[in-house]
């Protein structure tokens, strides 16, 4: 039976680092499985905030792979302002630490590059692809965003091919998402970018939304919304876990660890580590949690002689700066920026795993890719966010950890000082359960079905 097409249009493509690549080449990799072709239209030449050489090797053997130029203008405001290579990976100096270059390069931003700055490629983009898929038969094509600047390209060819079956994929919300209110957008700005996204809403045949929260609210606003989050690829925890310094044993998607095994068994090192592996921002900053590890390093010795604070990517200078400046500065491992396959090595050297959101109420639904990953591992995860958010929905149903608002303090001493024990003992691991959902193959089966 010949295999369906699917031309996925993505910014974020290998050698891309960091967690905007991993959705679609995990679907890419799985999608032949359930039938369908996958064909890659991304930037000859993108400007990438983070390179992962290592995720080259897991695109698809022989994937048909589109390329066309795109000129965007972040290397110019880099010379302006070194400050503004976050705005790549959607990062901002917030209050006391903007400067006045950090408050007119967001304010350029928001009001002059709507949705973002990859814009200046849809045209170019429409142009090629309308070509493009009347001379191949092509049978859906999927737009991925952020940059949301994507969305644009897939609604002006499905205007100018109506029957084309388009599927907008939202792996972060657009105007809901955290950072946009700290765009400094003037009125007419914000109406724009809201109407774009309407329309973005009510012209495709199906919205994805990586979150249970986030696909009710595109519905609310028309789309024809269906979740499926991002999850983790069983293959390459194996994969993972197989080298010979890494310590942990998994079993197909349940990752347990042997209850008689002490510490520097389970975790290679006699420390009790608290380990946040990605990015981090000051929009996500966990104060609270700082607080508490402060507080019982400096109240508890036992503690402050076993406990460690690793970083594994790269932490918002002024946050480190913060910790260094603290009773946690002997405590701090930063590893900085390491392949996805190290990355997960990390975690499965830690003994509990830090994911962090936005504090405000509407980023409930934002589900962080790496939590799926952390799921894999079968470690505690300690989560930072919003009230009902859609991570503790998943942390509770998978007995994976706890989730704290940012205005929790007590109950997070609580929580470590449980889990601290329970390492002295050699009884830390406690059973994960229902992940297998979250495999990326199994993800992707679902995307098959709703492809149809």
Not at 6 to 19: D, E, F, H, Q, S
Not at 54 to 73: R, Y
Not at 205 to 229: M, Q, R
Request: charge should be positive; include cysteine.
């Amino acid at each position: 039976m010949e295999q369906k097409k699917i031309l996925i249009i993505t910014y974020y493509w290998p050698p891309a680092g960091g967690p905007g690549v991993q959705r679609w080449l995990k679907f890419a990799k799985y999608l032949p499985d359930f039938g369908w072709n996958p064909i890659i239209y991304t930037p000859e030449n993108p400007s990438y905030p983070l390179l992962d050489e290592s995720l080259l090797k897991d695109v698809p053997e022989n994937i048909e792979i589109v390329k066309t130029k795109i000129w965007e203008p972040y290397q110019l405001a880099e010379k302006l302002n070194k400050s503004n290579k976050k705005f790549k990976a959607g990062q901002f100096d917030v209050g006391k630490n903007q400067s006045w270059k950090s408050k007119l390069s967001i304010w350029v931003r928001g009001n002059f590059f709507i949705p973002d700055a990859r814009v200046f490629w849809v045209k170019p983009s429409v142009q090629f692809l309308e070509k493009y898929l009347k001379e191949n038969k092509i049978d859906v094509v999927v737009t991925s965003g952020p940059p949301h600047s994507l969305h644009l390209i897939g609604l002006n060819l499905k205007k100018k091919l109506p029957h084309l079956k388009w599927i907008a994929d939202f792996r972060d919300p657009w105007t809901e998402i955290s950072y946009y209110k700290h765009l400094k957008l003037t009125k007419s700005s914000d109406q724009k970018h809201r109407q774009l996204e309407n329309q973005v809403f009510k012209n495709a045949d199906i919205t994805l939304a990586t979150s249970y929260t986030d696909a009710e609210n595109f519905k609310k606003n028309g789309a024809n919304a269906v979740c499926i989050t991002n999850g983790f690829d069983v293959e390459l925890n194996v994969k993972s876990l197989n080298r010979k310094d890494a310590q942990s044993p998994i079993e197909s998607f349940t990752a347990q660890q042997p209850n008689n095994l002490t510490p520097s068994q389970l975790t290679g090192t006699t420390q009790f580590t608290l380990s946040y592996i990605g990015v981090l921002e000051q929009l996500r900053n966990p104060e609270n949690l700082w607080k508490a590890l402060d507080d019982l390093v400096a109240a508890n010795s036992d503690f402050a002689k076993n406990f460690s604070l690793k970083f594994v990517g790269r932490i918002d200078d002024k946050i480190l700066h913060e910790i260094e400046n603290s009773n946690l500065k002997n405590h701090i491992l930063n590893l900085g920026y390491l392949s996805h396959d190290n990355a997960i090595h990390e975690m499965q050297s830690s003994d509990i795993l830090l994911i962090t959101n936005f504090p405000n109420e509407s980023s409930r639904g934002i589900i962080p890719g790496k939590i799926f990953e952390y799921l894999a591992t079968g470690k505690q995860v300690i989560s930072f966010g919003p009230d009902d958010a859609d991570v503790s929905t998943i942390l509770n149903e998978t007995k994976a950890g706890k989730h704290f608002s940012y205005n929790d303090s007590e109950n997070i001493k609580s929580f470590i000082l449980e889990k601290f024990d329970l390492w002295k003992n050699g009884n830390l691991s406690e059973n994960t359960q229902n992940i297998e959902q979250f495999s990326r193959k199994n993800l992707t089966k679902k995307l098959a079905e709703i492809l149809g």
